[in-house]
């Protein structure tokens, strides 16, 4: 079956830690997106990469990194350095910039 | 800067009673907006895109229409089933970035 697969679906992390949420798709789209979604808010996004080797910053991308190097994957790095990461974290794909975005079942991260 | 209201925030509704969800938008030359459906702890699930105004797509209990400011989501004799999330989306020309509105949280009541 085609889609997105974030992993873990649950993770928890210590204050001062980097962590790394993945996020990969087999259905050949070109665009990957990182959205952040706090409880009751809508989707914040974080970083987004129209093709490999290529990325954006959204408009929360402080204290976040991101790689793309291959079309399928786009995982996000959660530095020690956000202040505030217990989040859902939500990845996107598309196949062009016009089309609608497919989402995975999202990643919710803890600071423990 | 491009901005994507929606409204209500919540709205809670007895089952069979009809109503309609806000979105409205200040981006420069729209190129495309978008309807989802969230339930809780789930990742987003796509509904409707409209790219021009007068545009209007249906599926089973709810239609969402277009215009050159603002997208409604109408829902018709919504059902229980029918509770959730409901986010819009817009993208602007010539960038592949896609900004959503903080959502209205639909309740349907039997």
């Known amino acids: 079956d085609g889609g997105i697969t974030q992993s873990p679906k649950y993770l928890f992390r210590k204050e001062g830690q980097n962590v790394t949420l993945s996020c990969e798709q087999n259905l050949n789209h070109d665009a990957m997106y990182w959205y952040r979604q706090d409880p009751g808010q809508g989707l914040r996004l974080i970083y987004y990469?129209?093709?490999?080797?290529?990325?954006q910053k959204g408009d929360i991308a402080e204290g976040y990194s991101v790689s793309r190097e291959k079309k399928e994957s786009f995982p996000l790095t959660v530095t020690s350095a956000q202040k505030n990461p217990t989040a859902f974290y939500l990845c996107?794909?598309?196949?062009?910039?016009?089309?609608?975005?497919?989402f995975g079942q999202g990643t919710r991260l803890t600071v423990v | 800067e491009d901005q994507v209201t929606q409204s209500p925030e919540a709205l809670r509704l007895q089952e069979g009673e009809s109503s309609s969800l806000n979105c409205s938008y200040t981006v420069s030359g729209l190129r495309g907006l978008f309807w989802y459906r969230q339930d809780p702890g789930k990742g987003p699930e796509f509904l409707f895109t409209?790219?021009?105004a007068g545009e209007e797509k249906e599926k089973e209990r709810l239609k969402a229409t277009l215009t050159k400011k603002e997208s409604f989501l109408h829902i018709t004799a919504p059902k229980p089933e029918d509770s959730a999330t409901y986010l819009c989306a817009v993208q602007v020309p010539n960038d592949y970035k896609l900004s959503f509105g903080a959502g209205t949280t639909v309740t349907v009541r039997a």
């Open positions: 409209l790219y021009s």
């Open positions: 990469s129209q093709i490999v080797n290529d990325f």
């Open positions: 996107a794909s598309r196949d062009r910039g016009w089309t609608e975005a497919f």
